[in-house]
């Protein structure tokens, strides 16, 4: 098939995908999605077999490995490395997401890459770091959000750790590696040269601690569980419906005022244990206690409606099919359909980033297992003879 642009953004671009599970698919989707001319390189053993990494067909692969074409290549064969080598002399970045020493022992390492491409980018995600004392475990992104913090302070408080639902040491991972790309591409634009990109689970779950973070290290605080409250924004939380739960947000003073007038209890607003801040926070139980005493009165929809109509941030609770049944999330176009030969449905999620010149569209389905080999190889210089051979080797 034809090279898929999914944007001109970036279509001037050559990314090799030597990534696998999540992290690393992460990070190349960014590139592949705004229109790289992305190759994705499956692993091919040494008997020709396909090494296998989940479904093809099921929805977690399709959906990180969109927008790409790909093929088969043994790289723990020799000649399969040198294969590799004349594709990355012509390419713009590599991605991969190996334990820090594989990528060393199969001799496809930065430094290697580098001898025949001053100016590649090489993007390398890891459990833990490329060195260090860690540096040689595998890394799984439950793992992270224990040792990055993120578990001690989710769940209710008492509850014990509590993981995210979603795997956000590995997705974060992802992402700050595709901007770590960017900007090295970017930089390269002015001094001609490549340069090596490197993140972890670890350091993406850290910097995802954010403001808890930075309390601890500005104020010396550590943070805790809060269940459903705001850690400073008081009152806030889930409150209770007659036929189900909301989320109600109040920044400030004047926000807390609108609330409780809202919900039909001005009279929270003057009571000592609530008229400050700091009071606010110290009886924040009995206060939540008393607007769900309220909002219980109705149903979810109609206090989202005068919520909303009074200024206070608020919103419905939705299970996951719920989201794509909105309203606004529709209009976002947050689902795209994503075109096919073999008329499968592909129904995909979409980028959240909006271009005005050149937008992001999901062009092309994932490819099948090294679908696009002699294609790729021919298009980087490989005569069909030297095609024939690599087969008959099984090294493509």
């Known amino acids: ?89 012509k390419a713009d970045v590599v991605v991969e997401n190996y334990r820090p020493d594989v990528k060393n022992k199969l001799g496809i390492d930065y430094e290697s890459v580098r001898k025949v491409n001053p100016r590649i980018i090489y993007g390398s995600i890891s459990g833990f770091g490329q060195d260090g004392p860690y540096h040689k475990r595998p890394g799984f992104d439950q793992i992270a959000q224990g040792m990055g913090g993120l578990m ?32 090295a591409l970017l930089e390269r634009e002015v001094s001609g040269e490549g340069q090596w990109v490197q993140t972890s689970l670890l350091q993406a779950q850290i910097f995802m601690l954010d403001f808890q973070a930075a309390r601890w290290l500005m104020e010396k605080d550590v943070a805790k569980q809060a269940g459903n409250n705001h850690p400073t924004s008081i009152p806030t939380g889930v409150f209770k419906t007659s036929d189900g739960y909301i989320n109600i947000a109040t920044a400030g003073g004047r926000t807390w005022e609108r609330c409780a007038e809202a919900i039909g209890a001005p009279e929270l607003v003057s009571h000592p244990d609530y008229a400050t801040a700091p009071a606010r926070s110290k009886n924040r139980d009995a206060l939540n206690a008393e607007i769900e005493k309220r909002t219980q009165t109705n149903s979810t929809e109609y206090w989202v409606k005068e919520l909303n109509a009074a200024g206070v941030p608020c919103g419905p609770i939705y299970s996951i099919d719920q989201v794509f049944a909105d309203a606004q999330v529709q209009h976002l176009g947050m689902a795209q359909d994503v075109p096919n030969e073999q008329g499968r449905h592909i129904r995909l999620v979409s980028q959240p980033v909006t271009l005005s010149r050149t937008p992001s569209k999901l062009v092309a389905r994932p490819p099948e297992f090294g679908e696009q080999t002699e294609e790729v190889l021919t298009e980087f210089g490989f005569g069909a003879d030297e095609i024939a051979e690599l087969k008959q080797r099984k090294v493509v």
């Open 1 to 89: 098939m034809a090279v898929p642009h999914a944007s001109q953004a970036l279509s001037r671009f050559t990314v090799l995908d030597l990534t696998r599970v999540r992290a690393g698919p992460t990070s190349v989707r960014q590139l592949a999605d705004w229109g790289a001319n992305v190759i994705k390189i499956d692993a091919l053993l040494e008997d020709g077999g396909e090494a296998l990494g989940g479904p093809r067909h099921g929805a977690d692969f399709q959906n990180l490995h969109r927008n790409k074409r790909a093929m088969a290549l043994n790289l723990k064969d020799p000649k399969g490395v040198e294969v590799f080598m004349r594709l990355a002399a």
């Open 152 to 183: 001690s302070i989710t769940g209710a408080p008492g509850g014990g750790p509590m993981r995210v639902g979603i795997p956000v040491a590995d997705l974060t991972a992802g992402l700050f590696c595709a901007m770590g790309i960017l900007t």
